[in-house]
């Protein structure tokens, strides 16, 4: 991979998973579903929200942090895209539980996607308490692979969170 196509790249599984949800909730849809998508105002949850906002009806989230400008970026992109955006304040034994929490349901143990894992447990659990209804929750935390400091892991023999060759 180039790092010239990942845009490219990036886009086209965005827009496959699009499609796939959309033929999923055509086949499957209910009233009482609900879709909401985990806004930090990155380039992951950022181009999910331009794209799903094309074909569903949908809430963006974001949780209010401390320290953290996250909140008021996303309200303001969430607005120019014309989604209705939701804050959601959080305590300081609501953060240290989805820490504790993060690693058991992470598929990757690395202290940023433990990270990511514990923001989407804590906003998972105000959407629900919120919304009242069954809910489709999307994030996007795939930009970690192509432009954080990873490296793969190997252990007993057997390669861990593969990579793409990206200098």
Not at 12 to 28: M, Q
Not at 44 to 50: M, Q, V, Y
Request: charged letters at 25%.
């Amino acid at each position: 991979i180039r790092l010239e196509e990942i845009p490219t790249m990036l886009e086209t599984r965005i827009n496959d998973f699009t499609h796939e949800l959309k033929r999923w909730l055509v086949n499957t849809f209910r009233e009482d579903y609900s879709i909401h998508l985990a806004l930090s105002g990155g380039l992951d949850s950022s181009s999910l929200l331009i794209s799903f906002s094309k074909y569903f009806q949908l809430k963006s989230h974001t949780l209010e942090l401390p320290g953290s400008v996250d909140a008021s970026l996303s309200k303001k992109i969430a607005n120019k895209v014309g989604v209705q955006h939701f804050s959601h304040q959080v305590t300081e034994s609501e953060i240290k539980s989805a820490l504790s929490n993060a690693p058991i349901q992470c598929e990757d143990w690395r202290d940023f996607n433990v990270h990511c894992a514990a923001l989407n447990i804590m906003l998972g659990k105000k959407i629900i308490k919120d919304s009242g209804k069954l809910n489709i929750i999307v994030t996007g935390d795939l930009m970690n692979e192509f432009v954080c400091d990873y490296k793969e892991e190997n252990y007993e023999g057997k390669r861990f969170y593969k990579l793409p060759n990206i200098n």
